[in-house]
């Protein structure tokens, strides 16, 4: 097995600081650093994994060498939330919404529709874009649910595609009760019964959308219900909730034992005191780049933080409420608008991320992780949102 040593790195985080990890070989890393920030850094890749983290001038010889020019060097983002499996566009609802239309989750069927009518090769082709740009923008792991088929072999197909891209793929054919489905109970014996024998071996997780007050997701008894259901098939966990209003999906993600619980937009007390006592098991997943497309109050991301509750960023990237693949846009979003410092930002993009897909393999750069490092066109992770919009982070190819 032949060995790659990155030289060249101006500022290395680590992020092994934020969960434990290896501790960095020689390195002087400052008390309370829980980025586990180290200057004038290498590593050496062996076998796709890390094989040392340290200073530059301690670095072992290897067969290869690449120099990143005084570069920062972060884990590679943990995009541990979007729907990327989907045809057509819905430009004009957004821009209809900033004119002052309001967003209540329906817009959903237009996407099924297209998605339906694409061909394997068409959506194949989308989701391996999609992919690429997250790479190109630094992200190194990404969750693909489905949830735009809404049959057993539209779904099936959808996780069938989505594991050609990631083993992070989640079955959500109860994203909402279909257009052309007038009976909620059908539906919801189709999604617990065939359609997740069909998408159960495509799929890590299940997901649910529980929103009472959208009129096409799940009520929580609804949601229970599949859920259980997809438990049953040895599935993990994921709620989307709390987005639309202080509903049950929190209260219900954590009951569960969900590993995640998606947007956590409007808390009760009682819900944050529920992700607390949850902490270590399940994550609350903030998702500002939705709140951005729909001009939307953003999440309260200090009160989450303050009160101890294990907080992770993703984009939710998806044709109707956030149609952005970039995490240094959702970086930059949590920090500007969430009260989220530069620093809890990126933990939360990567190891928050890992910790929602329970992969303690990701999110940080330490000895025996995995070799995902995004090279950042800065001499600190502060630029990531200090300089939002502008092309900064990329996946680091290795040969
Ligand atoms: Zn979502």
Known sequence: MSATVVTGIGELVTCAGADGGTPVLGAVIPAGDRLGTVVDAAVVVEGGRVAWVGPGRAAPEADRRVDVGGRAVVPGFVDSHSHLVF???RAA???ARMAGVAYDGGGIGESVAATRAATDAELRGLLRRRVAEMRALGTTTVEVKSGYGLTT???ERSLRLAREVTEETTFLGAHVVPPESADRTAYLDLVTGPMLTACAPHARWVD???????PRAFTEDEARRVLLAGREAGLGLRVHGNQLSSGPGVRLAVELGAASVDHCTYLTDADVAALVSAAGRTVATLLPGVEFSTRS????ARRLLDAGVDVALATDCNPGTCNTASMPFVLALAVRE???TAAEAL?????GGARGLRRPDIGRVAVGSRADLAVLEAPSHDHLAY????????ALDLP
């Open 208 to 214: 649910v959308f529980c929103e009472p007050a959208a």
């Open 338 to 340: 969430m009260g989220m």
């Open 347 to 351: 933990v939360a993009a990567t190891v």
């Open 153 to 155: 072999t539209d779904e």
């Open 297 to 300: 109050p953003y999440p309260d």
């Open 387 to 394: 300089r939002p919009g502008m092309p900064l982070a990329r």
């Open 87 to 89: 045809a057509g566009d």
């Open 93 to 95: 609802e957004f821009s």
